[in-house]
Structures are given as C-alpha cells and as structure tokens.
C-alpha cells in the first residue's frame, strides 16, 4: 500500500507563486511515476506534471515554464513549484503514484486557489 499527503496549497493573487508537496509512504520505489493532477469544478481530472517511469518529465502544455516539477527521492517527496499563477489554475490538486504493477494511487487533494 502506498499513502500520499499533499501539502502547500492555499489562495494567492494572480501572477504569485505556491509549492506544493507530496510526501509518501508505504511500498515506495523511486523510479515508478509519481506527480501531479488537478480537477477544476465541471471539468475532468488532468495531468499537470509528472516524473515518468524512464525519470523524464511531463508537462501539461498550460503550465510549461511557469511549473516546475521535483523530488528528493530521500524523503520520497515530490514537489510542484508553481510560478506565474493564473485563475485557470485554481483547482484541487492531486498527488499521483503509480507502482509496478501499474495500480494508482491518489492523495486527498490540496485546493488552490488564484484570484484575479
């Protein structure tokens, strides 16, 4: 089993800044992917930013070069530096960890919120 717990979000003005992190526990192996969704009130569920099985990175085209995605594979955290904030990213966002047998799993979610 793997626990994820997200921590960092909160309301900030637009073009501010949020980091967020994500600390987990349990059967964790470091190259496996693990990062970061959002989910918008009405909207599906969407990546943001994630390290990939290969240790590349992935990003969604709306946040490239505002977000910036990393880990400290000691304290097996992710982190999520977000930059440049715009309304369009308030969301709930979400830690993602997929392990080797490709099951998912998701933390509780950390709300952000950008006002205008």
């Known amino acids: 089993q793997v626990q994820l717990v997200e921590s960092g979000g909160g309301l900030v003005q637009a073009g501010g800044s949020l980091r967020l992190s994500c600390a987990a526990s349990g059967s964790i192996f470091v190259f496996n992917a693990m990062g970061w969704y959002r989910q918008a009130p009405g909207k599906q569920r969407e990546l943001v930013a994630t390290f990939t099985r290969s240790g590349s990175t992935n990003y969604a085209d709306s946040v490239k070069g505002r977000f910036t995605i990393s880990r400290d594979n000691a304290k097996n955290t992710v982190y999520l530096q977000m930059n440049s904030l715009k309304p369009e990213d308030s969301a709930v966002y979400y830690c993602?960890?997929?392990?080797?047998?490709?099951?998912?799993?998701w933390g509780q979610g950390t709300q952000v919120t950008v006002s205008s």
């Open positions: 993602h960890y997929q392990d080797l047998r490709f099951e998912n799993y």
